[in-house]
């Protein structure tokens, strides 16, 4: 361990799960509910049970789907988005050429980038440890391979990074909202056809991610209308 912090929206930094990686968070609820032993927790447990069966199915049918005309651009999406070095880049293009209003959408990404980093590797891979996909044994081709991150799989850090940047950004610049949700959608499936996240994990990210960017934005003008 080097002591230092994981990088922003990197899947790093957290110890890797331990075994049982086909044990979802559904699962763990659904065990959780059943032990109330009340009809309506026996139905939520179903329907969580069901929840995490087609969770694993999706991955399986991507992973199993040849598309040999986006492997390689999915591939470089996913390496790109590496510890939020897109987002980071995108910033800065705002901070140089979008004036006042771009450094401040800059600014605003920049600090979801970090908080939701900080709730998904520092908090939420905590608490529920999930091991990363067997994309071999789903038969992902090599073709689409990034590094397997060593990690917990749940939930994902890049789809909370991406969103997170996306909805902090598109505050400040509703011109912006649309593309960059579209761009952070597609990073989070990348992780998905990559073989190296279930789509639930995306979709946890993608949530914890946009509720993060929505908090900064409120916090960020707050403190604009609270100034002078």
């Given amino acids: ?23 979802t968070v559904e699962d763990r609820l659904a065990d959780r509910a059943a032990a109330r032993g009340t009809p309506r927790a026996d139905a939520a447990a179903r329907v969580l049970r069901e929840l995490s069966d087609i969770d694993q199915a999706v991955y399986r049918a991507v992973a ?3 598309s040999p005309s ?37 600014l605003a990404g920049v600090v979801s ?18 091991d990363r996909p067997d994309r071999a044994g789903a038969g992902v081709v090599e073709g689409r391979h990034v590094k397997m991150p060593t990690s917990s799989s749940f939930p994902s850090g890049h789809s909370a990074s991406g969103f997170a940047f ?54 960020m003008s707050r403190i604009g209308k609270d100034r002078p």
Avoid at 114 to 120: E, H, K, L, P, R
């Fill in 166 to 219: 996306a909805t902090a950004v598109g505050r400040e610049i509703p011109v912006l909202a649309l593309p960059l949700r579209l761009l952070a959608g597609a990073v989070a499936y990348s992780r998905v056809h990559t073989g190296v996240h279930y789509p639930g994990d995306t979709v946890a990210g993608s949530l914890v991610g946009g509720a993060t960017g929505l908090a900064v934005g409120d916090l």
């Fill in 113 to 130: 980038i970090g908080a939701a980093s900080a709730t998904v590797n520092l908090g939420m891979k905590s608490l529920h440890r999930r």
């Fill in 1 to 23: 361990m080097s002591g230092h912090p994981p990088e922003p929206g990197s899947d790093e930094g957290v110890p890797p799960s331990p075994a049982g990686g086909d044990e």
């Fill in 64 to 66: 199993s789907t040849p």
């Fill in 70 to 106: 986006i492997d390689e651009p999915m591939r470089r999406l996913s390496d790109a988005a590496n510890r939020s070095v897109l987002w980071l880049a995108i910033a800065g293009g705002l901070a140089v050429a979008g004036g006042r209003q771009g450094r401040r959408a800059a």
